[in-house]
């Protein structure tokens, strides 16, 4: 009985020094790493919306001029730039304008448009003005104008 109470106090012995030298050190884990990523699509530019109004004295070769006053609009929602506004005589398409026998987009001059570049927020206008005049084209009869519906395309940008 002696020796087994001496295995046993070794044994109970062992164990206690066992526990006391790492019973402080007995966390386990596992080390992690993790990342994520995500995208989401940007959006597209959209187009201006441009209306305009027309003022003053029937056009005449070399007569009076008339006053465009447009606006350009930004429908979007976020800021776009307007960087430039070009305004001919041409038809809905900007295509050349011939529609009236006898009076062309040649028997007028446009002006300068002006206006501000600016960047337009969503939803927000900048508002300009550009001018028209018939010009007298010496020796070319004119008179397919008279009465004629003279067409502006307005081209933002």
């Not at 044994?11 to 966390?27: K, N, P, S, Y």
């Not at 989401?40 to 919306?49: R, V």
């Not at 029937?58 to 307007?82: D, I, M, R």
Request: with cysteine; aromatic share 6%; proline share 6%.
């Amino acid at each position: 009985m002696g020796k087994v109470a001496g295995r046993r106090k070794r044994i109970i012995g062992t164990t206690v020094a066992l526990v006391a030298i790492g019973g402080g050190a007995a966390f386990a884990y596992w080390s992690a790493t993790g990342t994520h990523d995500t995208s989401t699509a940007a959006g597209t530019a959209t187009n201006f919306t441009i209306t305009s109004t027309i003022t003053g004295n029937p056009l005449s070769p070399n007569g009076p001029t008339k006053t465009a006053t447009f606006t350009v609009t930004n429908p979007g929602t976020g800021v776009q730039k307007l960087s430039n506004v070009v305004v001919t005589v041409a038809g809905t398409d900007g295509a050349a304008w011939t529609a009236v026998p006898g009076c062309s987009a040649a028997d007028f001059v446009v002006g300068t448009p002006a206006f501000t570049p600016t960047e337009i927020a969503a939803n927000a206008a900048v508002t300009g003005t550009v001018t028209l005049q018939m010009i007298d084209r010496p020796g070319v009869n004119q008179d397919g104008c008279k009465g004629a519906a003279v067409p502006l395309h307005f081209s933002a940008s």
